[in-house]
Antibody, heavy 121, light 112 residues
Framework: QVQLVESGGGAVPPGRPLRLSCASS????????MHWVRQAPGKGLEWVAC????????YYIDSVKGRFTISRDNSKNTLYLQINSLFAEDTAIYYC??????????????WGQGTLVTVSS | DIVMTQYPLSLPVNPGEPASISCRSS???????????LDWYVQKPGQSPQLLIN???NRACGVPDRFSGSGSGTDFTLKISRVEAEDVGVYYC?????????FGQGTRLEIK
């Protein structure tokens, strides 16, 4: 079955970088667009970014443009989110999710368990 | 960006009773192909979100038929014909017509 396992979260001081990973299995990773969605403590869900199956196109929410970079390594079946210069408002659980088809279209049919990023001095 | 607005934000329901959640989008979600690009997700306590309904009315694999989605354009509804204890959670409507993908605020369903 489809499995998505996020890692890389933790407690990080403001301004520091962090790289999140999402290891996938149970499907042909290179055929699917992928997404990152986050959830601040006690809050709702916020879509962050997506990437096409071949990695050629990437899209971001405005609040993270220039600081977050989504990427993937199809040879390793792994999705990444590079976060530069963390802000306190980036504190959240970060979920990776599988899109539908190669263009990162919805729906987001499968989700990982999430990894918690806490930005605090 | 398309703004998604859900109501109510809190929904207490007796077991066996029906429930309804409304969702409104700031722009039409009706694509030229005839599909409304509106999904519903539920996040049960302590769990990751999971897909309930895609393209307005298509139940995801394994979702009971007491869940149904309807609407078109900018107004949508998720209905549960008979609420069960396992339905407790936060329900989100989501537009996937364009990026940025945007979520409603969430509706917390609880059992009375």
């Amino acid at each position: 079955q489809v499995q998505l396992v996020e890692s890389g979260g933790g407690a990080v001081p403001p301004g520091r970088p962090l790289r999140l990973s999402c290891a996938s299995s149970g499907f042909t990773f290179s055929n699917y667009g992928m997404h990152w969605v986050r959830q601040a403590p006690g809050k709702g869900l916020e879509w962050v970014a997506c990437i096409w199956a071949d990695g050629t196109n990437k899209y971001y929410i405005d609040s993270v443009k220039g600081r977050f970079t989504i990427s993937r390594d199809n040879s390793k079946n792994t999705l990444y989110l590079q976060i530069n210069s963390l802000f306190a408002e980036d504190t959240a659980i970060y979920y990776c999710a599988r899109g539908t088809g190669p263009y990162a279209s919805g729906p987001l049919g499968d989700w990982g368990q999430g990894t918690l990023v806490t930005v605090s001095s | 960006d398309i703004v998604m607005t859900q109501y109510p934000l809190s929904l207490p329901v007796n077991p066996g009773e029906p429930a309804s959640i409304s969702c409104r989008s700031s722009q039409s979600l009706l694509h030229s192909n005839g599909y409304n690009y509106l999904d519903w997700y539920v996040q049960k306590p302590g769990q990751s979100p999971q897909l309930l309904i895609n393209k307005n009315s298509n139940r995801a694999c394994g979702v009971p038929d007491r869940f149904s989605g309807s609407g078109s354009g900018t107004d949508f509804t998720l209905k549960i014909s008979r609420v069960e204890a396992e339905d407790v959670g936060v329900y989100y409507c989501v537009q996937v017509l364009q990026t940025p993908i945007t979520f409603g605020q969430g509706t917390r369903l609880e059992i009375k």
